[in-house]
């Protein structure tokens, strides 16, 4: 009987693991951006002369760089105006 407690919760540990690594690095995940908005901010700020032609390249550089670092290469990135429903994340671009 003790053989078949220690075989059925090391079944457990290693499926646990394997679901959680699958999830982790396999699994797509999908999150939306509100691109629109994160644009038409640049875009006054450029047309206001707020901001310059290099800091426009600098901020979507910068876009570049947040969504890279937020987000694994197993992760789909939609624009908000596509997603109609469900349970996705959303992702705020930073403005600087």
């Known amino acids: 009987m003790k053989h078949?407690?220690?075989s059925i919760l090391a079944s457990l540990v290693v499926c646990c693991g394997l679901l959680f690594a699958y999830d982790q690095h396999v699994a797509l995940k999908i999150a939306a951006?509100?691109?629109?908005?994160y644009?038409?901010?640049l875009q006054s700020g450029?047309?206001?002369g707020q901001i310059s032609?290099?800091?426009l390249d600098e901020s979507l550089k910068e876009l570049r760089?947040?969504?890279r670092k937020n987000y694994s290469s197993n992760t789909i990135l939609l624009?908000?105006?596509v997603v109609v429903s469900g349970d996705v994340a959303m992702f705020e671009?930073?403005?600087r």
Do not use: F, G, N, S
């Open 46 to 48: 450029y047309m206001q």
């Open 93 to 95: 671009p930073e403005i």
């Open 39 to 41: 644009v038409a901010t």
């Open 53 to 55: 032609k290099y800091q």
């Open 4 to 6: 078949y407690l220690i």
């Open 33 to 37: 951006i509100d691109m629109q908005d």
């Open 79 to 81: 624009l908000e105006e």
């Open 65 to 67: 760089d947040q969504i």
